[in-house]
């Protein structure tokens, strides 16, 4: 069975960093795709960035790309995103997915699903 738990939210001012995990377990080399999606209040949940489990490949969403890196540990079965210079339109609900498909689909087409952790940037 699939699990993901992603950890490493909470509370951050404009400016700040944070680093999010997403601890892996039950996965196998089908699923190619492991990846962050958010979901700000009020809105449609979107793309952050995914990378290819097979290659390391990475896709990014491109209005995040100077500011968010993601990363994984495989060792750890473990992906990260780094978040740099956050600001109040970060604030969301950051979930943690995974696809058999690459590249990467839409949130849609994900298999499954972390619960996500909280980010909120606010002063």
């Known amino acids: 069975q699939v699990q993901l738990v992603e950890s490493g939210g909470g509370l951050v001012q404009p400016g700040g960093s944070l680093r999010l995990s997403c601890a892996a377990s039950?996965?196998?080399?089908?699923?190619?795709?492991i990846g962050w999606f958010r979901q700000g209040p009020g809105k449609e949940r979107e793309g952050v960035s995914c990378?290819?489990?097979?290659?390391?490949?990475?896709h990014y969403a491109r209005s995040l790309k100077d500011r968010f890196t993601i990363s994984r540990d495989n060792a750890k079965n473990t992906v990260y995103l780094q978040m740099n210079n956050l600001k109040p339109e970060d604030t969301a609900v950051y979930y943690c997915?995974?696809?058999?498909?690459?590249?990467?689909?839409?949130?849609?087409?994900?298999?499954?699903w972390g619960k996500g952790t909280l980010v909120t940037v606010s002063s």
């Open positions: 039950g996965l196998t080399s089908d699923y190619v795709t």
């Open positions: 990378i290819n489990s097979h290659d390391g490949r990475i």
């Open positions: 997915a995974v696809s058999s498909t690459w590249p990467p689909p839409g949130p849609y087409g994900m298999d499954y």
